[in-house]
């Protein structure tokens, strides 16, 4: 395959340690968008162009799918490269940093295309404001970022309905795997916005699984898909087939998996873990939620009419739009929380009927005690939960969380109470946001045993 070096977009290591680096290689072709992580499927490639049989792998399931064009503009397209610097330099030949043709002018390089990697220091000592801002969630499609302390796998997810969503992974790179979690984002929310909290995982050695639910953040590819989440049944579905794609990974079986949701995703982890399939349920360790949305606050409650009349307006109009901001002032006490909700482009406040009374009905049915969430659920027979809510949570309600879990029968159960936090835990300021990260990570790591030492010296349930 004849490569023009002058065209090779070098990404240069952002830490020593780490022996994988990412080589966008630019190919003059507009027909088609092919991306490529096996040595073997370069080798074999003809020397001609395009080439129609290559073929990538899916990030989140393994499974093999053809990567399209589709949405992407421009005249050139990338083929990106996994590899060491040894099979660059085999390939490639060598290209210094300062011949690169972009290496002095960032702003050139295609943003679109590729996730910029910015050295960023991880240390654990506390997580500024500042460096909070800094994220900007940026627009991506190749599949590795590397930081130093982890790194990052973007990916797609095909369902079996044949809709695409936008996976991403956070690997501990400094840390031996201990632990893998599963994470569902929230209403009006998105999995970038995790960003503090996920690389603090990462230090631990517990490897973070998430993805853009229905109608959120990059799982949005047409416009009249906004907000459209579909009924309890599809995001249930979703979180089905997400999972069994990570379970299929034999070579990590023996680490355990736990299921953590913030607020929306919160209440669909709990009605999973009540109502989920019993061979999912088997392998998952353990259940966190963060401010899980059990009932909305007094101040953010909706008059029972207009409840009444969206869940009847629902069956008429499903698909219907409905512009539902929450306040960015009361998702974090951080300053620069609210700025970063206000002016990220992936957030549109925008439901659909269908999506919302779905919403609703999963909340009021914890709440109500119609989902009731036993023992024996989880991994070894034994349901495991974990629960973390701000007392000053202003979007949904810590009092109906409260009583919800004091009303649940289970042995190991852990409810961490924050006073005056607010309702985005994991973004609270600085220290405060490293604690949540590491109260959550302990709670996994103490599960992380054999399951018969584990059990036998569990706590009982704590408040």
């Known amino acids: 395959m004849f490569v023009d070096k002058t065209s090779i977009t070098m990404k240069t290591p952002t830490h020593s340690v780490v022996s994988h680096f990412v080589w966008p290689l630019r190919l003059r072709d507009s027909s088609c968008s092919w991306e490529l992580s096996d040595v073997s499927l370069i080798r074999g490639c003809r020397a001609s162009w395009p080439i129609p049989k290559c073929e990538r792998r899916n990030v989140a399931d393994g499974q093999i799918k053809k990567h399209s064009k589709e949405g992407l503009d421009g005249d050139e397209h990338y083929l990106t490269i996994l590899r060491t610097r040894r099979f660059a330099r085999k390939y490639c030949g060598e290209l210094a940093p300062d011949r690169h043709p972009y290496a002095h002018n960032s702003s050139l390089l295609h943003r679109p295309r590729c996730e910029r990697h910015t050295r960023e220091s991880r240390t654990s000592s506390s997580i500024s404001s500042s460096r909070f801002q800094s994220n900007n969630h940026p627009r991506h499609s190749h599949q590795l970022s590397t930081m130093a302390a982890h790194t990052t796998e ?78 309890t049944s599809q995001v249930m579905d979703d979180i089905t087939s997400f999972v069994k794609g990570i379970l299929a990974h034999e070579e990590e079986r023996d680490v355990p998996l736990f299921l953590m949701g913030h607020s929306m995703g919160g209440a669909e982890v709990l009605v999973y873990a009540a109502t989920g399939p019993k061979e999912v349920l088997s392998r998952i360790r353990g ?65 659909t009927l269908e999506g919302l009374a779905g919403m609703l009905d999963r909340a009021a049915e914890l709440e109500q005690g119609k989902v009731i969430l036993p023992d024996g659920q989880g991994e070894g027979g034994k349901t495991r939960l974990w629960v973390g809510h701000g007392t000053a949570d202003r979007i949904c309600s810590y009092d109906a969380c409260r009583k919800w879990y004091e009303g649940t029968k289970l042995e190991d159960k852990e409810m961490m109470v924050y006073e005056g936090w607010f309702h985005k835990l994991h973004t609270e300021p600085s220290e405060d946001a490293q604690k949540f990260a590491s109260d959550s990570a302990k709670w996994m790591l103490d599960r992380c045993g054999p399951l018969s030492e584990m059990d036998a010296g569990s706590s009982k349930a704590k408040l």
């Open 154 to 231: 973007v990916g797609t997810l095909t369902t079996p309905d044949n809709f695409q969503l936008y996976t991403k992974t956070w690997l501990p790179t400094s840390s031996p795997l201990k632990a893998r979690v599963v994470f569902i984002h929230g209403f009006d929310d998105h999995c970038n916005w995790y960003d503090p909290l996920f690389p603090l995982f990462a230090q631990q050695g517990i490897k973070t699984y998430s993805f853009d639910q229905r109608g959120w953040g990059k799982s949005v590819h047409e416009p009249h898909q906004k907000g459209a989440s579909g009924p």
């Open 287 to 351: 259940f966190l939620t963060e401010s899980p949305f059990i009932a909305l606050h007094p101040d953010s409650r909706p008059l029972q009419l207009t409840v009444v009349l969206g869940r009847l307006a629902s069956r008429l109009m499903p698909k219907m739009h409905m512009f539902n901001k929450l306040d960015p002032n009361n998702i974090s006490r951080n300053p620069e929380v609210p700025k970063q909700f206000n002016n990220d482009p992936l957030l549109h406040h925008t439901g």
